[in-house]
C-alpha cells in the first residue's frame, strides 16, 4: 500500500498520489498519460493532474494496480476491483497487456495471446491470484516466451499454477531459470507454430529473442521500442549489457520480417500504418544509429 506521508512533494494536490517507492518504471505514465508525469529532478513518477473524468479515474485506479512498487494511492478508500477486473487489457485483435507489473523485472511490461492452439504469455507479471484467474478464465496459458532473462519475475508460479511450457534462449539460462522446458539454441530463427516465430535478436543479453505473431505483432522484449521524446523507434547503449554491435546487427535482421506493431517489454509501443511504414521506421532508427 502506498504511504501518504512519503507522498512526493510533485503531487497535485487531490485523491491520487506516488510516494517515495516509485521506481521510474513509466507503467503509469503509459497507462494514464493525463494523470501522471515525471519529475526530472527526482527521476520519479507523479500525479500531475487528479482525474477529471471517469475515463481518466479508471485509467488512473488500473496504474495503482499494474504500478509494481504500489507506489500509487488515493487518500480515500476506493474500490479498485473494476481497475483490477480490466486486467489483461485488450490492445488489438487478440493481444492482451497484463498489466500486474513486477517490480523484479523492473516493472516490464508482460502480454496475453489468445489463439484457439493455446494462448501466449510473453514475460512475467506478477503471479497475484486475481491475474492468474482471469488468465484461468481467458484460457489458461499454453505456452511462456520469455523473450530474455531480466523479465522472467514470477515464472516459476505460472508454471506450477498454468502449467505453461516457458520457453527462453539458452544463452540466458541461469540459476532460476535453469529448468525451463524448451531451450531455444541459435541464432536462426525458430518457427514455433504456423503463426509464431522466435526471432534471436543477440545484443541486450545473448540470448534476447523477439517473437513474431501472426506476421503482425513483433514482441520485443528489451530489443526495440519507441521513444515519443524522439519520435520514433529506439534502442540504447545504456541499457546495453551484452554487446552493442551484436543489437545493432539484430535490429538490422528484422528488416526481414513484416510486423506493424513492436510491442516491448520497456518503453512504448508502436502501431505504424502498414508493415511497410514499419520497415521505414526500421530503417531510419539503424540510420541514426550507424550515423
Ligand atoms: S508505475 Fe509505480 S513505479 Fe512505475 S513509474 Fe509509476 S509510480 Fe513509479
Redesign the pocket.
Known sequence: MARAENRLPHNADGDFF??D?????????S?APAV?G?AADFE???VKHQPDSEDQRQHALM?LV???????GTLSKIDVRPAIAAFPTRIADEVYYCGF?S?ASF?AASYLIRRPEGNVLVDSPRASKPLLERLRALGGVRTMFLTHRDDVADHAVFRRELGCERILHRADISASTADVERPLDGDQDISLADDLVAIPVPGHTPGSMALLFDRKFLFSGDHLWWSPGRGRLHASRCVNWFSWEGQVRSLRRLLDHRFSWVLPGHGRRFAAASPEVMHEELARLLAALES
Open positions: 506516488v510516494d517507492r516509485c521506481i521510474d518504471c513509466d507503467t503509469c505514465r497507462l501522471f515525471r520519479q513518477s507523479f496504474a499494474a504500478c509494481p512498487t504500489a507506489a500509487i507489473a517490480e516493472g
